[in-house]
């Protein structure tokens, strides 16, 4: 019987998971970017989407992706402080990209679009603050 367990991070607790989680749920989005459309990219930045052009979200599919990547590899190497610190990076550029969005340059308005990136940075810049020294004393 396949054993799905054996492919999850091993590292203990649930953020490592997590981080795997929004890893693949990131990927997703950067992928509807290139293929989907620009439906649910318009949704975020819904303030002012006539903005969103095919290059735009193409470009917001690739840093998406990026991010992605970053955030896999620190699921499975949470212990390693480099690796801890540029995967909390990346969460802190992705508030500071929403928040300006929304505050600053009026693209994005509080909403269903803006909720989730919103909800899903914050909550992970204090999970891993708080978790830092748990999973680097390892």
């Known amino acids: 019987m396949f054993d799905y367990s ?3 991070p091993q590292a203990s607790g649930l953020l490592p998971k997590w981080l795997l989680f929004i ?3 990131s990927a997703f ?3 509807q970017s290139y293929f989907g459309g620009l439906t649910l990219t318009r949704r975020v930045y819904e303030a002012n989407s006539a903005q969103v052009t095919g ?3 193409r470009t917001f599919g690739t840093w998406t992706f990026l991010t992605s990547v970053i955030r ?3 699921a499975y190497h949470i212990n390693d402080p480099a690796v801890y610190d540029i995967t909390y990076a990346t ?3 992705a508030l500071m990209h929403f928040s300006s969005e929304w505050i600053i340059y009026k693209t994005a308005k509080l909403g269903k679009g803006l909720a989730g990136p919103l909800i899903v940075s914050t909550t992970t810049l204090v ?3 708080l978790q ?3 999973y680097l004393s390892q």
């Open 132 to 134: 830092k020294s748990y």
């Open 29 to 31: 989005n950067s992928a």
């Open 91 to 93: 969460y802190i550029v």
């Open 23 to 25: 890893s693949v749920v």
């Open 127 to 129: 999970w891993m603050g």
């Open 6 to 8: 054996d492919y999850l």
């Open 55 to 57: 290059l735009s979200a």
């Open 72 to 74: 896999l590899y620190g």
